[in-house]
């Protein structure tokens, strides 16, 4: 019971700081990493190198901050959040630094995109509608053949003691996760899974790889060419 309570309680705290007090988050985002969070949400950039002209979709683009990484690697990017408070922040954020780009706001287990729009979905940190069925689904749907999705899930801290402690109670209030991200739960909606560990000075980011496969094509209708060329 008291644990079911603390959970909720939790879950109010995540809700509240994402939404109504948005205005604190990075704030509190650098509490809990000791100033590594934007460390931690880099460490998708090594996998968009080779992306080239193609856009990417940033699920839950919070405060806007990776979305400057991206704007300034000269990347197309569409910004896609539920939360109206996190997009009037990250659309202020883009504002002050001379940057644009598209801001979508709605519920990532609907994407309004056509299929195949994007070459790569980005996420860090997100909240637990990344592990829906409907939202994997969704992504697997928006990305291109041969796409893929980078996931930033979690992050481990090195401490000890009391530190350890503060560092592990402020990811419960954020709703993140200081133990390692599993590929269970992203199998079976038709993207390879791989689990990627990155390291980072004093910490290790765990973050989900997934890759749209080429389609299948059949031969058949080729075997009816050659039999048909060879009577």
């Known amino acids: 019971m008291k644990r079911g309570i603390r959970n909720r309680l939790l879950q109010l705290a995540f809700q509240l700081l994402y939404n109504e007090f948005a205005f604190t988050y990075d704030i509190v985002s650098r509490l809990v990493s000791l100033d590594k969070w934007r460390d931690w949400q880099r460490s998708v950039l090594p996998y968009l190198d080779d992306i080239g002209s193609g856009v990417i979709l940033e699920l839950a683009h919070g405060t806007g901050a990776l979305q400057v990484d991206l704007l300034r690697a000269n990347c197309s990017t569409v910004a896609f959040d539920l939360s109206p408070q996190m997009s009037r922040i990250a659309r202020k954020r883009l504002s002050r630094e001379g940057l ?15 299929k195949g729009s994007f070459a790569a979905v980005v996420s860090t940190f997100p909240a637990p509608f990344i592990l829906n069925k409907d939202c994997l689904a969704e992504i697997y749907r928006v990305l291109e053949s041969q796409g893929r999705a980078i996931i930033v899930m979690s992050a481990g801290l090195e401490g000890r003691g009391l530190r350890k402690a503060f560092i592990r109670f402020l990811y419960r209030i954020t709703g993140q996760s200081t133990g390692g991200a599993f590929k269970r739960p992203f199998e079976g909606y038709g993207l390879s899974v791989e689990l990627r560990h990155v390291e980072c000075k004093g ?24 039999i048909a060329a060879q009577a």
């Open 203 to 226: 910490s290790v980011v765990q973050l989900i790889l997934l890759r749209k496969p080429i389609p299948e094509v059949s031969n058949r209708g080729c075997n009816g060419l050659a």
């Open 100 to 114: 644009s780009t598209d801001f979508l706001r709605g519920d990532a287990l609907s994407l309004p995109f056509a």
